[in-house]
C-alpha cells in the first residue's frame, strides 16, 4: 500500500514537474536568443536580417546529438577510409566534372594559381560535387551549438557571421543550408571561411557558394592559393622505401631535401630513382604506419591539410586529384 502511494505520488510529481522543466527550457533558450539579437543589432546586422532568421530558430536535437557523438577512429585505417572516398564512380563523375566545367574551372585555376583537378577533388570529396550539400538550417543548428554549451563561443561567433552572409543579400536564411555543424554549400565553408575566402566568380554581385558554380570553383581556389598554395609543386607521390626509414623521421614536422630521401632509398613507386629539384623540401607520412602505403609530400600537402587536418582527407584529395587529371 506504502509503495502504491510512493509510486503513485512519485507519477504525479513528474507530470507535474515536467511540463516546468520544458518551459524552463524553453525561456532560456528564448532569452539567450534575445541577447544574441542585441549582439547582433550591436554589429551592424539589419533588424529585417534579426528578424528573418532568427524569429523562428529553434534548437536541434539531432544536433546535439552528433555534436556529442564520439568519432570511431580506432578502427577506421586509411585503407577503409580512401575505399570509401575515391571510389571508381567518384573519380569517373570527378572526369565528367572536369571536361563539363571545363570553361569555368580553367578561368579558377588560371586566376588563382590552383590546378583545377584539386578544385574538383575538393568538391567531390566534401560534397559528392555538389549532390550532397546537407540539409540543415545553418542558423537553427548554430544556434543550437552556440546554446548548448561544448565551444558556445565558437559557435557563436560563426552564427553571427552567418547572420552577416544573410545580411549582405548573399543567400536568404530559409536556403542557408548545410551540415549539422554549419559548414555551407558545395563546398562546406563556415561562415567565417566564406568571409576570408569566398568570392564572386561570375560577377553577379553576390558569393553563392551554393548554387553557382563559378563561385564554388573560384572560392576554393582562392581558398587555397591564400593558403600558401604554390603552383610549380604537386600535393606529393606514393613511394617505396627501399631501405629501412627510422620512425622518427615518419611525419610532416621531419621534412628533408630530396636528395636525402634519394640517398635514404625512397623511390618512385615503379623503381625509378625519385626526381630531385634543388631546394624542394618534403615530409613521409604513413597514415597506416610504414606497412601501409608511404608518400612523400610537399607543401602544398600542408595546404591541403589547412582545409582540413586530416591526414587520411588530405592524402586522399591529392589522389582523387591524381586520378581526375589521368
Do not use: C
Not at 575505399?83 to 570527378?94: E, F, L, M
Not at 608518400?295 to 589522389?319: C, E, H, P, Q
Amino acid at each position: 500500500m506504502i509503495k502504491s502511494a510512493l509510486k503513485t505520488g512519485l507519477v504525479l510529481t513528474l507530470l507535474v514537474t515536467w511540463p516546468s522543466y520544458a518551459l524552463a527550457a524553453q525561456s532560456s533558450f528564448e532569452s539567450w536568443l534575445n541577447g544574441l539579437k542585441a549582439e547582433a543589432a550591436k554589429k551592424g546586422v539589419s533588424q529585417s536580417t534579426i528578424n528573418a532568421a532568427l524569429n523562428n530558430v529553434k534548437e536541434i536535437p539531432r544536433v546535439i546529438e552528433l555534436d556529442q557523438k564520439q568519432p570511431e577512429r580506432g578502427n577506421m585505417t586509411f585503407a577503409k577510409y580512401k575505399r570509401n572516398v575515391i571510389s571508381d564512380a567518384r573519380i569517373a563523375q570527378g572526369r565528367r566534372m572536369y571536361r563539363a566545367h571545363r570553361t569555368e574551372l580553367e578561368r579558377a585555376a588560371s586566376k588563382y594559381g590552383v590546378p583545377a583537378q584539386y578544385i574538383v577533388a575538393l568538391w567531390g570529396i566534401e560534397t559528392s560535387y555538389g549532390n550532397n550539400t546537407g540539409g540543415f538550417s545553418v542558423v537553427s543548428s548554430l544556434a543550437t551549438l552556440a546554446y548548448e554549451g561544448r565551444r558556445a563561443e565558437f559557435f557563436r561567433s560563426e552564427l553571427l557571421e552567418a547572420l552577416k552572409i544573410i545580411d549582405g543579400g548573399h543567400i536568404g536564411a530559409d536556403n542557408m543550408k548545410g551540415s549539422w555543424a554549419g559548414a555551407m554549400g558545395q563546398n562546406q565553408f563556415m561562415p567565417s571561411s566564406f568571409h576570408n575566402f569566398a568570392v564572386d566568380g561570375n560577377g553577379d554581385g553576390r558569393r553563392d557558394i551554393w548554387t553557382s558554380l563559378p563561385d564554388v570553383f573560384a572560392s576554393t581556389a582562392n581558398y587555397l592559393s591564400k593558403s600558401g598554395w604554390n603552383e610549380d609543386e604537386k600535393w606529393g607521390r606514393e613511394v617505396r622505401l627501399t631501405q629501412t626509414i627510422p620512425d622518427s623521421l615518419i611525419g610532416r614536422d621531419h621534412k628533408r631535401s630530396l636528395q636525402q630521401w634519394k640517398s635514404m632509398g625512397v623511390t618512385q613507386m615503379g623503381g625509378k630513382p625519385l626526381p630531385v629539384v634543388d631546394g624542394m623540401r618534403a615530409a613521409l607520412v604513413a597514415p597506416d604506419g610504414k606497412s601501409g602505403p608511404t608518400f612523400l609530400v610537399y607543401d602544398n600537402f600542408d595546404v591541403i591539410m589547412k582545409w582540413n587536418r586530416s591526414t587520411y582527407f588530405a592524402t586522399s584529395v591529392g589522389l582523387l586529384a591524381d586520378q581526375i587529371a589521368n
